[in-house]
């Protein structure tokens, strides 16, 4: 690896990487970088990954300096004295992570009066800055119009939708897009993970490193254990009995409505039998090189003679409309067994 190859390690985004390595060489440059796009990418590593370097002494990232040492991000160890993270706090009572607050904000801002002190170079990332109530989002706006000296902000956003246009309009975007299968296929197979799995998880993550290795392993960050080829198998089992003869006798008897299943799982779930439909909608429509779940082509063929295109658009609306159920917290288990008994009525019509 070469010196200014800090984040050769991060998959894809050449076009991104080499925009930051002429932003470290530049003479002016501008002061807020807006890194966005879905979850997992690569967008938030890369942007810690520049962080490093823009206050490493050689602006490599991997010198081995002692702002490089300060700069511990594989340890979470993130102590240099130029550099700042805002960040939305995980509310323990109520077991989720809270939007980032007013008071955050003015906390960084009073922070502007102080200059760098080792070096030229003040970084600040601000993390799931689309994640930020509307009086913290408007008081930050001051910041990014009138930056302090030597200050550089790095954004980071799932959803630019989120965010005041009076805030776009002074960041510079860098949009974060799924990576090629095949490299995400490359990187699940270096993980140990199985070639035919790994082909399966690339789509099913839609080119998303981070998102194909959650569904392997599970929700590592919310303590959520599950690997996501054991659900399919269970979301397949459903749609291959349909039509059901004996719809509550036979849901009687799934585990999936045994009342075990954590919100985040039964969620996981619905996901699985919303591409699982889609994939058979596409078969239908003899569309087969767009399907995710490649391993199930054949099966995908022949259980989608049984359905017709009207049902299989009324099964994913249902499957839509049960995601968000649970996002509101209707009961798993009521929203689980309404999807099924709605997704049998869609294959029977």
Partial sequence: MEKNEMWEHILGHEAQKAFLKNYLQAQERPHALLFCGAEGLGKRELAFAFAKALLCASHTGVDNCESCRLMNIEAQDCSHPDFLLVKREFNTEKNRYEDITVDQVRALISKTAFAPVMGATKVCIIDDVDCMRAEAANSMLKLVEEPPEGWVLLLIATSVNRLLPTILSRVVQLRFAPVALPLVEQKLVEQGIAPEQAAVLARLAEGSIGQALKLYEGDKQNGVAYNVLEYRKQ???????????????????????????????????????????????????????????????????????????????????????????????????????????????????
Wanted: proline share 2%; glycine share 6%; with cysteine.
């Fill in 235 to 349: 979301a397949w089992a459903f749609l291959e009995a349909l039509p059901l003869n004996m719809p509550l006798n036979y849901l009687a008897g799934r585990s999936w409505l045994d009342g075990k299943l954590q919100r985040a799982e039964a969620q996981l779930l619905v996901q699985l039998w919303q591409l699982l439909i889609r994939d058979l909608l596409l078969c239908k429509l003899q569309l087969y090189d767009r399907i995710y779940n490649i391993d199930l082509t054949d099966a995908l063929r022949a259980q989608c003679r049984g359905w017709q295109v009207a049902g299989l658009k009324k099964a994913l609306t249902a499957t839509g409309e049960a995601y968000l159920a649970l996002g509101q917290f209707v009961g798993v288990k009521v929203a689980l067994e309404a999807l099924a008994l709605k997704i049998d009525e869609a294959y029977k019509e």
